[in-house]
């Protein structure tokens, strides 16, 4: 929503000053140009990406228009099924997670928070970790490495999209000035003309410019800027599940390790730890 919104503002504060300046409308029209534009940056997109890049890209793309789903109301969740296992493997043992981790779709433990289980990235990385503490067989510092190296290799996998919109913003004025040079060639070989309909092919020309400027940073290069914000939102999750996994290998109890967890996150997201301890009790009642 917000995306259309500042579309808008940035469609509306443009061609509202240029209509009010006495511009006319009608001229910035030129569909060739846009043609010519985008044409040339779709090209070059495939031409400088991977099928694995592209199809990122394309699956990455309709997310800019919704909103985020990492909320408070999530991370409590995140952090109740934490509190919830740990509190388990300290009641039961360690092997009693054995058919929780293997099959959490089918676990009444997991089953509770469904808007973790919709998260399949967050549930695999939470449950590999669980299955390494019920091996037994590495520390807490070999777990946190390998952990350390997972969410850098998530990280520079989820970049791919915004670097590739990147890209594409920083070539868009290019492909402007490109267009420009297009018209003004046209307009060199049609110098016979009236002076008139000469000035009509010249502003033809520089509405490609234009375009080019507008369209790489009005419009594309914010998705850049959105898409990480919303890898780095998403990072979050991981970071709160690898801090409170460590502090239970380190002897911490459930409560004190959840609390681990919740010290990583956004002030903006974050639960007081009043708020955490209510939805941990309201959870264990249901």
Known sequence: MLVIIG???????VFGGFALTGGHLASLFQPLELLMIGGAAVGAFFVGNNGKAIKATMTALPTVLKGSRHTKALYMELMSLLFDVLSKVRKEGLMSIESDIDSPD???LFSKY????????IVEFMTDYLRLMVSGNMDAFQIENLM????????HEGAVPAHVIAKIGDGLPAFGIVAAVMGVVHTMESVGIPPAELGILIAKALVGTFLGILLAYGFVTPLSSLLEQKLEEEAKMFQ???????????GYAPALAVEFGRKVLYSTERP???ELEEHIKKSKAK
């Open 7 to 13: 579309y808008v503002i940035v469609i509306g504060s």
């Open 106 to 108: 089918e676990s009444p």
């Open 114 to 121: 469904p808007g973790v289980l919709a998260d399949h990235h």
């Open 148 to 155: 350390d190296n997972e969410i850098e290799t998530h990280h």
């Open 240 to 250: 709160c599940v690898k801090v409170t996994l460590l502090a239970s290998l380190n």
């Open 272 to 274: 007081t730890f009043a």
